[in-house]
């Protein structure tokens, strides 16, 4: 059984980055199988895809057009996680993040969520 | 970007009854729509996919339906657990993409 922890501040001040960390157990972060991806829950806006990586051959990345230039996913082989930076955040950044494991794009493991405050 | 628009937003109902969320795409997904049910302080959980089958563990109460751009999901007969807020996704067209969601609370 797959498990993500996920893992990062809660509190973030407005210009800076938002760094969050997802450890994958019960699988690999370079399986050729599935994606790793980001999600983002506001109440204005429901569930917001961010970006993914995974591994096929090489790394890849996707990202959200609203976000591109300011966001990073990338993953650690060696410690089978991987990571969401989200650079010169706004209060509108303000949500619970969510890391998942997706296969034939359905979500199927999600961790636990992280409340990320943007506020000075 | 395909659209994915939930109704209604809220929805008041007393346990055991029968109940039904929409979800409407605004372009055809064929069958690549899939249900999660959220409840408070914890990350979605996968209900349904493929517009129909139940993911393991799904009690027999929920079935999905629709094809195209209108999908339902049905509770037969609703529980106490059951009272969350409801997603759909489609992923036939990417970006992959969620509706808002709808609440089912307590009449």
């Known amino acids: 059984q797959v498990h993500l922890q996920q893992s990062g501040p809660g509190l973030v001040k407005p210009s800076q980055t938002l760094s969050l960390t997802c450890a994958i157990s019960?699988?690999?972060?370079?399986?050729?199988?599935?994606?790793w991806n980001w999600i983002r829950q506001s109440p204005s806006s429901g569930l917001e895809w961010l970006g993914r990586?995974?591994?096929?051959?090489?790394?890849?990345?996707d990202y959200v057009e609203s976000l591109k230039g300011r966001i990073i996913v990338v993953a650690d082989r060696s410690k089978n996680q991987f990571s969401l930076q989200l650079k010169s955040v706004t209060p509108e950044d303000t949500a619970v993040y969510y890391c998942a494991r997706v296969a034939g794009g359905i979500f199927h493991s999600w961790g636990q969520g992280t409340r990320v405050t943007v506020s000075s | 970007e395909t659209l994915m628009t939930q109704s209604p937003v809220t929805l008041s109902v007393s346990p055991g009854e029968r109940v039904t969320l929409s979800c409407r795409a605004s372009q055809g997904v064929l069958r690549d729509l899939v249900w999660y049910q959220q409840k408070p302080g914890q990350a979605p959980r996968l209900l349904i996919y493929?517009?129909?089958t139940r993911a393991t563990g799904i009690p027999a109460r929920f079935s999905g339906s629709g094809s195209g751009t209108e999908f339902t999901l049905t509770i037969s007969s609703l529980q106490s657990e059951d009272f969350a807020l409801y997603h759909c996704q489609q992923y036939n067209t990417w970006p992959w993409t969620f509706g808002q969601g709808t609440k089912v609370e307590v009449k």
């Open positions: 019960g699988d690999s972060v370079s399986s050729n199988t599935v994606t």
């Open positions: 990586t995974y591994y096929i051959s090489t790394w890849s990345v």
């Open positions: 493929d517009a129909s």
